[in-house]
Each structure stands twice: as C-alpha cells, then as structure tokens.
C-alpha cells in the first residue's frame, strides 16, 4: 500500500461518490453541537483544517465567522471556491500539505474533522499540525479534533460493504494490520475498475490526551458522536476533542 494514499483518493472524484452520505445536514448538526459547547464571538476567526469541499467552512460562513480552509486536495478545494464564489460568501482557502501548514493569523476555533488525522506512518508526523494548531490560537481558543473510537472500531470492524451509486459499484474491503484500519476501495463502471486505498493509525484515547497534553492543550470536553453524547469507550463511534489553549 502507498505510504502516501491520500493524494490520489482525495484527488478523485470518486471520493465525493464513495463518502456522499456526508452531506450538508451532517455538518449543520455537528457545527451546532461544537458552538453550543465553545465560547467564541460571532465575528471569530474559524481555521478549518483538512476542509475538503468545504461543508464546514460554508456553514460557518452562513453564521457569519471569518473562515479560512486548506486542504492538500485542489479537486476538493476547487468545489469550495466555487461554493463560495456562488453564495458570495467570504473566506480564504489555500492547499497546503497539513504537516507543512504556513500562517501567521491567530484563531480563535481551529476544526480538524472528519478523521483527517493519523494518516502518516509516524506519531511525530502525525501530532505535527496539533502543535502547530496551538501555536496559531488565540489565548484560550479551541482546537476541535473529530477522530473515530478505535475500541469502537476493533470490536464492530465490517470487514466488506458494496453499494452502488448511480453508474458506480463500489466495494469496500476492511482490515486491522500493524495497528492500522486499512480499506481498499474498488470502483467498478462498466468494464473500467478503478483501486483506492485509506489506511488511518489506531490511537487510544489515553495516547491521543497525552500527547496533546504534551503540546500543552487542556481538555474542556469529550463527545461520542455529532449530536453531543458522552464519549463511552464501547459504545460511543466517534472520539471528538474540545482542546482549549
């Protein structure tokens, strides 16, 4: 498996077919669950790490917080812009490799969503944009990371799921090796198929606290999944972290 996976699936349209289900709605009901929580004025500096499309940046930008986004992906930023551009709507999107992310704005909300995280083969690299989000926050600002529960997915990992969506069959094959959830996707149209590979490091939440603590955040509060529940270690699908400075 490439090291590297994400700059071609990120890149490919089919990436937007294979995680449609993530869809505006779902954005609408976890920004409103984050706001409730933080204590930012409505004119914020928002920086939406790994933005992708754009879902949270836009919605952000419907509340009327000063966004800026990056992504590594132009294909995905480009949807952004364009969204933006249409709904004349203002906000600063730049591509950026996340372990090389260039600044000198400070923010008082920093968003790193959608398990955009533990990517890399290494912890160094891996913790590298949480310590450059504490450089770039206001005092007592919040950094919100969005991880999947790793008990969660070691107990209830479905090893294949297929679905078709318009033209496309797609296939997804799951694995846990070397402390990595690894997915390939196939993408069958017709007689073209098309692979793709996702492979994210499993952190422990103690790990994941520790480190950060390391980087000096301090947690404010833990959440199991986008409508604001407890963070349950067995139950809960997703591991989401409300940092503050």
Request: aromatic residues 14%; positive net charge; charged residues 30%.
């Amino acid at each position: 498996m490439k090291n590297e996976w994400f700059k071609d699936w990120f890149a490919s349209q089919d990436y937007l077919d294979v995680y449609r289900h993530r869809n505006d709605n779902d954005a609408k009901t976890f920004l409103k669950t984050i706001l409730n929580i933080v204590d930012i004025p409505r004119n914020a500096k928002v920086l939406d790490a790994a933005c992708g499309a754009g879902r949270y940046s836009e919605n952000l930008a419907k509340l009327y917080y000063n966004v800026v986004g990056f992504d590594l992906s132009m294909t995905l930023l480009k949807i952004a812009l364009k969204k933006f551009k249409s709904l004349n709507y203002s906000g600063n999107f730049f591509r950026s490799d996340i372990r090389k992310v260039c600044l000198k704005s400070k923010f008082d909300l920093i968003l790193l969503l959608f398990t955009s995280f533990g990517y890399f083969e290494n912890d160094e690299d891996n913790f590298l944009f949480p310590e450059t989000a504490f450089n770039l926050l206001n005092e007592n600002g919040y950094f919100v990371l969005d991880f999947f529960n790793s008990k969660y997915v070691r107990n209830n990992l479905i090893p294949k799921s297929e679905k078709i969506i318009g033209n496309k069959q797609i296939i997804e094959n799951r694995i846990i090796e070397d402390n990595r959830v690894k997915k390939k996707i196939l993408i069958k149209t017709g007689d073209d198929e098309r692979e793709f590979n996702e492979s994210v490091k499993l952190y422990g939440k103690k790990f994941i606290l520790d480190k950060l603590s390391e980087i000096g955040f301090h947690v404010y509060k833990i959440l199991g999944d986008y409508e604001g529940s407890e963070f349950d270690e067995n139950k809960s699908t997703r591991l989401i972290l409300i940092l503050r400075k």
